[in-house]
């Protein structure tokens, strides 16, 4: 199982306004990360930072405009994505549609000449391990999101590879779907010992099967980390923003220690030289205290929406 190494990886993309080239968009700029083996992976960020071109840019898919990429200290940067031994699942499934699932699934094992007979072993197995065995014989188009899912999954393991990349494999699936696949998909990593990097923008995905969040704003890490640490401990006010909700409030700075936001005066956790601070506050940390004294903050509640369980 390869440990994954990423050195000053960039990815430049020629921008055209119809006949006319207007110069280049960084997609990727200057990434440098490594990614240890049996780990669940997330790489995280709104639409449009290069998740899913870092993630291509691992499988082979795209063609790196600067940098190296590493398994087991073996550079690969130009090795064609055949030769890697990875599993991609696309965001759109990307399943034979002429074919059915016993076919879908065991392609890969066809095209690199496994023996049959263990082939047809290790198909049946994968298909138990997702829960589709009892629709072998079944077509694309008769099954549901959710299951069409789980045979893009089963698809990339039947080539035995150890390597998982999973390109927003929930995005397109309802709510509930999604959250039951979530976990399915984590087992599997755990139960094989695989390795996996998952690419999506919703952060209570991320929060809930990662080891380590790799977080991303216009084509750059800005920070990674467990799930617990970047929610507890964020370098940035994206960070703080963009993994759980957040409240933020601009103090005036009174001391090293402390600083002021309307009548109250709040400790600072770090020592600070600067005039003023941006103060986050997690929702959950908030509590309403009905006996209202002179250093509360003051507050009007303006909007309760119910959500259910809160």
């Not at 023996?115 to 077509?139: C, G, H, Q, T």
Request: hydrophobic fraction near 40%; charged fraction near 25%.
């Amino acid at each position: 199982m390869p440990n994954i190494k990423l050195k000053n990886v960039t990815k430049k993309f020629r921008s055209i306004s119809g006949q006319k080239e207007n110069g280049t968009i960084t997609a990727v700029d200057n990434v440098n990360i490594e990614i240890k083996a049996h780990s669940y992976n997330t790489i995280l960020g709104p639409s449009g930072c290069g998740k899913t071109t870092l993630l291509r840019m691992i499988a082979g898919l795209e063609v790196l405009t600067n940098g190296k990429i590493f398994f087991n200290n073996q550079n690969v940067t130009n090795m064609p994505p055949e030769e890697k031994n990875i599993g991609f699942v696309f965001q759109h499934y990307s399943l034979f549609p002429h074919m059915d699932v016993w076919h879908n699934v065991g392609y890969g094992p066809l095209v690199r000449n496994f023996p049959k007979e263990k082939a047809d072993k290790f198909i049946y197995k994968i298909l138990k391990m997702v829960k589709l065995d009892d629709r072998s014989n079944a077509y694309p188009k008769e099954l549901s999101g959710g299951m069409k899912q789980r045979i893009a999954v089963a698809r990339a393991l039947a080539v035995r590879s150890k390597l998982l990349l999973l390109d927003e494999p929930l995005g397109a699936l309802d709510a509930r779907i999604g959250t039951a696949l979530r976990y399915e998909l984590m087992n599997l990593v755990k139960k094989y010992k695989l390795t996996a990097i998952h690419v999506t923008h919703d952060q209570e995905e991320a929060m809930t099967i990662s080891d380590n969040i790799i977080m991303m704003k216009r084509g750059k890490i800005v920070q990674t980390g467990s799930p617990k640490e970047i929610y507890r401990k964020p370098n940035s006010i994206f960070a703080a923003y963009f993994l759980g909700r957040c409240n933020f409030f601009r103090c005036n700075v009174v001391d090293k220690d402390h600083a002021r936001f309307q009548d109250a005066i709040i400790e600072i956790p770090k020592r600070t030289e600067k005039k003023r601070i941006v103060l986050g506050v997690r929702p959950e940390r908030v509590h309403i205290n009905s006996k209202v004294k002179e250093e509360n903050i003051q507050g009007t509640i303006e909007f309760i929406n119910f959500l259910g369980d809160r």
